[in-house]
T-cell receptor, first 117, second 116 residues
Framework: AQKITQTQPGMFVQEKEAVTLDCTYD???????LFWYKQPSSGEMIFLIY??????QNATEGRYSLNFQKARKSANLVISASQLGDSAMYFC??????????????FGTGTRLQVTL | AAGVIQSPRHLIKEKRETATLKCYPI?????VYWYQQGPGQDPQFLIS???????DKGSIPDRFSAQQFSDYHSELNMSSLELGDSALYFC???????????????FGEGSRLTVL
């Protein structure tokens, strides 16, 4: 079974609008972390935001917020006030277990976001 | 701030040749990961090292090997290259923390391997 599912291969959003990128996950481990990364066309992977399974509040980082719904196993990324520079591929990823195991990240298939004028 | 350094950035090889990619993690980071990202695909985990010991292994072909050295830099060695090995190879590093599953992976800019 897919551990991370991103059902939107591509999304369009107008500049200055908000957009939500969907991510659902599957794990039986009570301890896990969810991450979002941005990959522009230049190829580098840029960390955006993190949500831990025990965190009580939704994570926020500037214009990025994570809508964490634990019971639904979803961790959607919300980008507010979209900018042209937000056009990129966005990956949701999960780490299972506490970091003491130095466990790897498992990535979803990504969503390509295009911001239009 | 220092980031993860990967070299070379671009590499072109012929089929059946060998290639070596290098990674220099962020100072004081104790864990290194290698990922392979094919065209239009998500990054696939290959292998990781914690304190110079292999800690996890993913879908790494037998033709590939990796190690982490005493100065914490890591090398990914790829032999008998195939066309399908053409990909962007990422190295990432992180610092283990206790009590949380945080500790995001910091990625290098990637090494783009093209096999002709």
């Amino acid at each position: 079974a897919q551990k991370i599912t991103q059902t939107q291969p591509g999304m369009f959003v107008q500049e200055k609008e908000a957009v939500t990128l969907d991510c659902t996950y599957d794990t039986s481990d009570p301890s896990y972390g969810l991450f979002w990364y941005k990959q522009p066309s230049s190829g580098e992977m840029i960390f955006l935001i993190y949500q831990g399974s025990y965190d009580q509040q939704n994570a926020t980082e500037g214009r990025y917020s994570l809508n964490f719904q634990k019971a639904r196993k979803s961790a959607n990324l919300v980008i507010s006030a979209s900018q042209l520079g937000d056009s990129a591929m966005y990956f949701c990823a999960m780490r299972e277990g506490f970091t003491g195991t130095a466990s790897k990240l498992t990535f979803g298939t990504g969503t390509r976001l295009q911001v239009t004028l | 701030a220092a980031g993860v350094i990967q070299s070379p950035r671009h590499l072109i090889k012929e089929k059946r040749e060998t290639a070596t990619l290098k990674c220099y993690p962020i100072p004081r980071h104790d864990t290194v990961y290698w990922y392979q990202q094919g065209p239009g695909q998500d990054p696939q985990f290959l292998i990781s090292f914690y304190e110079k010991m292999q800690s996890d292994k993913g879908s790494i072909p037998d033709r590939f090997s990796a190690q982490q050295f005493s100065d914490y830099h890591s090398e990914l060695n790829m032999s008998s290259l195939e066309l399908g090995d053409s990909a962007l190879y990422f190295c990432a590093s992180s610092l283990r923390t206790s009590g949380r599953s945080s500790g995001e992976l910091f990625f290098g800019e990637g090494s783009r391997l093209t096999v002709l």
